[in-house]
């Protein structure tokens, strides 16, 4: 699971480009949105993008299961690994 939350981590970066920030620099608890890593609606139709491209998860923007998901680098980490295994 450390495995697939750094990778989340490097997702993260990488698709909102978020040039000054490391893989390290993120808490993996902290909300990823507000208070947290500062992540704002734009940033979470990208990151969804992200999602499916790389994961091959297609997120509904309107359900409240998908903002719980969404909330840090450990539950997308979940959710995502969750999702894998029904494959």
């Given at each position: 699971?450390?495995?697939?939350?750094?990778?989340v981590?490097?997702?993260?970066?990488?698709?909102?480009?978020?040039?000054?920030?490391?893989?390290?620099?993120?808490?993996?608890?902290?909300?990823?949105?507000?208070?947290?890593?500062?992540?704002?609606?734009?940033?979470?139709?990208?990151?969804?993008?992200?999602?499916?491209?790389?994961?091959?998860?297609?997120?509904?923007?309107?359900?409240?299961?998908?903002?719980?998901?969404?909330?840090?680098?450990?539950?997308?980490?979940?959710?995502?690994?969750?999702?894998?295994?029904?494959?």
């Open positions: 699971m450390e495995n697939l939350k750094k990778e981590k490097q997702m993260i970066i990488e698709s909102l480009f978020l040039e000054d920030i490391e893989v390290e620099d993120i808490d993996s608890d902290a909300p990823l949105f507000g208070e947290g890593l500062g992540l704002d609606s734009i940033d979470a139709l990208e990151l969804g993008l992200a999602l499916k491209n790389r994961f091959g998860l297609v997120l509904s923007t309107e359900s409240e299961e998908t903002r719980k998901h969404f909330y840090s680098v450990t539950t997308l980490a979940e959710f995502i690994n969750q999702n894998k295994a029904k494959d």
